[in-house]
C-alpha cells in the first residue's frame, strides 16, 4: 500500500508549527517567551503561527498575570495531540516505504 | 521529501521535545568536582574525629564533642557551598556555550523540584542535631539527596536518577549502622559523585 504524502497534516507542514506541537506534546503548558527562546524566533513570527494552531483548535490559550506581567500560556488539546500523533505515524510509515523500494 | 528529509524532520521533533522539557546544561564536571570536595573534607573530619577521642573512639569530653560537632558542621557547609558554586558556575559556562541561557523555564522546573526534599533533608538534618540525633544525620543526608536527586531525574538527564537510588540506599544502610557513617558519606557524596560525574561528562560534555 502506497501512503501519500496528501496525508500529512496540512497545519504541520510548517516547521515552526511542528516544533511548538512537539513542545506542548510532551509539556503540560508552556508561555509565549519561554517558546520564543527555544525556538529563537521573532514575536510575530510565533504569534502567527500559535494563532493558527489555535484556529485548527489544536492548541488553547489561557491568559493569566504573573504579578503585573501578563503571562500566557499554551496547552494542547486531545484534538491537536490525536493530530500530532498522527503526523508522526505518517512520517514513520513514509520512512518505512522508502526504504522498502 | 525525500528520506534524508523525514529523518531530519524526526530528529528536530526529538531535540525540540528534549531542550523543552530538560535541563541539559548541567555540566559533568563540576560533578565530579563536586565529589572531590567532599572526599577532602570527609578525609579532614577523619583526622579531626581521631583527634579528638580516645583509643576506643569516644570523645574523651563533652567540651571536644560539641567542638567536633561544630567542626564536622562547618566542613558540610563548606563542601556544599563550593560545590554549588562551582555547579552553577561550570553550568552557565557550558549552556553559554551551546548558546542557551542558564535562567530558564527547565532551569525552574529542576531547580524547584529539587528544592522541595532538598531544604526538608536540610531541615531534618538541623532537628537531628539540636535532639542529639547524630547517628541519623548522614542517614538523613544521604536519603533526601538521593530523593532529590530521583525527583531531579524527571527534569535533566535520566541517569542521575540510578545515582539518587544509590544513595537512598546507602542512607538506609547507614541508618542500620550509623557509626560507620562517615565512610557511607564519602562514598555517597565523595566517590560516586566522581563516578556518575565522570560517566556524564564523557556522554554529554564533549
Not at chain 1, 491568559?63 to 496547552?75: A, D, H, I
Not at chain 2, 535533566?156 to 549502622?177: E, M, N, Q, R
Request: net charge positive; with cysteine.
Amino acid at each position: 500500500m502506497k501512503i501519500p504524502f496528501e496525508k500529512l497534516d496540512k497545519a504541520f507542514e510548517n516547521r515552526v508549527r511542528l516544533q511548538i506541537m512537539s513542545v506542548l506534546a510532551v509539556n503540560d503548558q508552556y508561555d509565549f517567551n519561554s517558546l520564543k527562546e527555544l525556538l529563537a524566533i521573532t514575536d510575530g513570527n510565533l504569534a502567527s503561527h500559535l494563532k493558527a494552531l489555535e484556529k485548527e483548535e489544536y492548541i488553547t490559550v489561557n491568559k493569566s498575570f504573573l504579578g503585573r506581567k501578563p503571562n500566557t500560556n499554551y496547552v494542547a488539546t486531545q484534538k491537536g495531540k490525536g493530530a500530532f500523533k498522527q503526523h508522526l505515524n505518517t512520517l514513520e510509515q513514509l520512512i518505512k516505504q522508502q526504504k522498502t523500494i | 521529501m525525500k528520506e534524508e528529509e523525514l529523518h531530519k524532520e524526526l530528529a528536530s521533533i526529538r531535540n525540540i521535545m528534549e531542550r523543552s522539557s530538560k535541563f541539559i546544561s548541567l555540566s559533568g564536571l563540576s560533578g565530579v568536582l563536586a565529589g572531590i570536595y567532599a572526599l577532602i573534607g570527609a578525609v579532614i573530619a577523619y583526622f579531626i574525629i581521631r583527634h579528638n577521642s580516645d583509643a576506643h573512639g569516644f570523645f574523651t569530653a563533652i567540651w571536644r564533642y560539641i567542638n567536633v560537632l561544630l567542626y564536622l558542621s562547618a566542613i558540610a557547609v563548606a563542601v556544599l557551598l563550593l560545590s554549588v558554586v562551582t555547579g552553577i558556575i561550570l553550568s552557565v559556562r557550558k549552556a553559554h556555550k551551546r548558546g542557551e541561557s542558564i535562567w530558564n523555564k527547565t532551569s525552574k522546573l529542576l531547580l524547584f523540584n529539587v528544592a522541595v526534599p532538598l531544604v526538608t533533608g536540610g531541615i531534618m538534618v538541623v532537628i537531628l542535631l539540636y535532639n542529639a540525633g547524630i547517628g541519623f544525620i548522614v542517614p538523613a543526608m544521604l536519603i533526601f539527596y538521593g530523593l532529590a536527586l530521583f525527583n531531579a531525574a524527571n527534569f535533566t538527564y535520566s541517569d542521575v536518577k540510578y545515582l539518587g537510588i544509590i544513595d537512598i540506599v546507602l542512607g538506609l544502610i547507614t541508618a542500620c549502622f550509623p557509626k560507620y557513617g562517615l565512610y557511607t558519606w564519602a562514598l555517597g557524596f565523595g566517590v560516586m559523585h566522581i563516578i556518575y560525574g565522570s560517566i556524564m561528562y564523557l556522554k554529554y560534555d564533549r
